[in-house]
């Protein structure tokens, strides 16, 4: 069954996109994230224009991420005055990086810009991450433990413009979190990606953030940024298909419910090893779309700002 996306101009098959939203949901559900750094790159895989999945896949992280953050608040695990410094960095982030998408489109470089920086960020995160998940299942079965030491201070604690955040029970410089903030606002912006991989190990082994406050916090501030960058999107850019996102939606919901209960036979170190295969897995499909021989050398498209 055909469907015919007016934002993204090309018809899709309605079931394709419900399976690709169910498949995502059900990794979210899993491994405990967002999944738009997955999201994305699968859309421009089935022909959606590289913007549109972009703005499309920050869209969709607003309403997955909504429940998410009530549910923490109601548990006392957002800390709002961080979460606040973090997103006023997000909106300086989300503006820089929508003018961004809006000059490389005049361009005409937009779509190998994002297939450039989703090679990279998949590659370096797919390979940290499985690095650190078969370092853990080696020492598993070596039955040894290892040990953080969360009361050593960094250089972030010497940094000027300290404040007291009295749930995460710091007292550090407003430096890094505004920083931290205007990177994931210039991620959402141009990749359409919640920022979540980069915040929460940010927040634990930089800031020191207490574990239980880190997911809250950041789903806090991912709300507001991806609701900010979709507006953005849709006035600046015009590219947000919000029948893509309401059908990525459903079954994203759908696939999630299942997702979580296929997480719970599975070990945290298997999950982040599953989970670093499959990211290093979609980068080196992007990596290869970049080399290979088009079918077609030549397209005809209207020039933007020409």
């Keep these: 069954m055909q469907i015919y996306l007016p934002i993204a101009e090309i018809s899709v098959n309605i079931f394709a996109i419900l399976a690709m939203g169910g498949a995502v949901g059900f990794l979210s559900g899993m491994f405990g994230v967002g999944g ?8 421009i895989f089935t022909g959606i224009p590289p913007t549109v999945a972009v703005a499309t896949g920050a869209n969709q992280i607003v309403a997955s991420s909504v429940s998410g953050a009530l549910a923490q608040w109601r548990r006392g695990n957002v800390d709002v005055k961080l979460g606040t410094v973090l997103l006023i960095g997000g909106v300086v982030g989300s503006f820089a990086g929508v ?4 000059w490389l489109r005049e361009i005409g470089q937009i779509d190998l810009f994002i297939s450039l920086a989703y090679v990279t960020f998949l590659g370096v995160i797919g390979g940290l991450m499985m690095v650190e998940s078969l ?3 080696r020492r598993s079965k070596l039955g040894t433990v290892s040990v953080r030491n969360k009361s050593r201070h960094n250089w972030v604690h010497g940094l000027p413009l300290k404040m007291r955040f009295h749930r995460s029970k710091l007292f550090i410089s407003a430096i890094p979190p505004l920083v931290l903030g205007l990177i994931v606002g210039l991620l959402v ?3 359409g990606v919640g920022g979540g991989f980069i915040v929460v190990p940010a927040m634990i082994y930089l800031l020191r953030v207490p574990t239980n406050v880190v997911v809250g916090t950041s789903l806090f501030q991912i709300v507001f940024v991806t ?4 507006i953005l999107h849709s006035t600046a850019n015009q590219t947000v298909d919000i029948l893509l996102a309401l059908l990525l939606m459903i079954g994203g919901v759908i696939g999630a419910q299942f997702g979580v209960r296929a997480g719970q ?3 945290g170190e298997q999950l982040r090893a599953l989970l670093g295969a499959m990211v290093l897995a979609v980068g080196m499909r992007m990596a290869v779309e970049l080399i290979i021989r088009p079918d077609e050398l030549y397209s005809i498209a209207p020039m933007l700002g020409g």
């Design 36 to 43: 738009g750094f997955l999201m994305t790159p699968l859309l």
């Design 99 to 102: 003018q961004l998408v809006k």
């Design 135 to 137: 370092n853990a299942i």
């Design 189 to 191: 912006a141009l990749m």
């Design 227 to 230: 609701s900010i960058v979709t």
């Design 265 to 267: 036979y599975l070990k």
